[in-house]
């Protein structure tokens, strides 16, 4: 593969250490970046609506009462972290031979996305516990539609890692494994970017 063709590699470069994996990769991707634009539109547009109906509170509770600052804080530092360990996850599916490195950084990962989920399905809980359903205004129904969505992803992405480590037990590290793996690590840092935002528009917009 040529310089100018390595350039162009969308995601993790592969490059000598398995050059294979890292030719297989350039189209699936391709595509994948093009799955997660398509996915980046979705969150837009919830985030268009939540800023529409941030106001709409009908009488009822707004965020500056219902978020938990401390609690979002944390869920943010969990997945910044989570970054890093799926970063080292790729690294070592480049450079090291050991399986149990790369298991390790991926078991990593999926605690700190789980541990992300629970304490933001304990803040869901605290919430309709108080009367603040997605029901109870505009404001709360799009504050369901957007942050929830974004939880989703991560539970899908931390059924996907369990998934991988299935994989890499009974098939080694593969070509075909490699690949996803690759996929992965691009969907996980999606969904960090996408946080950071739900972060700032979210809940420090309604504290400020």
């Known amino acids: 593969m040529n310089r100018a063709a390595a350039r162009l590699h969308l995601g993790l470069n592969l490059g000598h250490t398995d050059p294979s994996a890292h030719e297989s990769a350039e189209v699936k991707l391709f595509g994948f970046w093009v799955f997660l634009m398509s996915d980046a539109i979705v969150f837009a547009l919830l985030f268009a609506s939540y800023a529409v109906m941030f106001q709409r509170t009908a009488g009822g509770p707004a965020g ?44 990593v990962t999926l605690l700190l996305g789980l541990a992300f989920l629970g304490f933001e399905l304990r803040d869901f809980a605290a919430m309709i516990g108080a009367g603040a359903g997605p029901d109870r205004s505009g404001f709360l129904s799009a504050f369901f539609m957007l942050v929830p969505t974004h939880g989703l992803h991560v539970a899908v992405a931390c059924i996907w890692i369990l998934v991988m480590l299935l994989q ?41």
């Open 64 to 107: 500056a009462s219902l978020f938990a600052l401390t609690s979002a804080f944390i869920q943010t530092l969990l997945l910044l972290t989570s970054t890093f360990t799926m970063g080292m996850a790729s690294l070592a599916m480049k450079y090291s031979h050991s399986r149990a490195r790369l298991n390790l950084w991926l078991l």
């Open 168 to 208: 890499i037990h009974c098939y080694g590290t593969t070509l075909f494994v490699k690949t996803r793996l690759l996929r992965l690590g691009l969907f996980w840092h999606f969904l960090d970017i996408v946080w950071i935002g739900i972060f700032s528009v979210v809940y420090l917009q309604a504290l400020a």
